[in-house]
Nanobody, 123 residues
């Protein structure tokens, strides 16, 4: 079983930056695809970004492309989400997720989830 713990959320003004971190337990982390999702009040959980292991591919939803960067440090069992040029529409609880093999961009494509970290962007 994989345990995921997010950190790095907080309050930031529009145009600012935050870096989220997700620390995973287990030595199997390096072979897992990792994803970031977010969920705003009253909305469904939304795919943000993903990083695969086998092909070293990255994926982003259109609304964050060019502003967010996903990266990972397998030696530290950590995946990051660097968020730049934040706007109020980015306000949400951000979750990291893991799956043994990349399948897609839906929440159901991932097997393990962290508890989330709040990101609030003020206008």
């Amino acid at each position: 079983q994989v345990q995921l713990v997010e950190s790095g959320g907080g309050l930031v003004q529009a145009g600012g930056s935050l870096r989220l971190s997700c620390v995973a337990s287990g030595r199997t982390f390096s072979s897992y695809a990792m994803g970031w999702f977010r969920q705003a009040p009253g909305k469904e959980r939304e795919f943000v970004a993903a990083s695969t292991w086998l092909t070293r591919s990255t994926y982003y939803t259109d609304s964050v492309k060019g502003r967010f960067t996903i990266s990972r440090d397998n030696a530290k069992n950590t995946v990051y989400l660097q968020m730049d040029s934040l706007n109020p529409e980015d306000t949400a609880v951000y979750y990291c997720a893991a799956v043994s093999r990349y399948r897609g961009r839906k929440p159901d494509d991932y097997d393990y989830w962290g508890q989330g970290t709040q990101v609030t962007v003020s206008s």
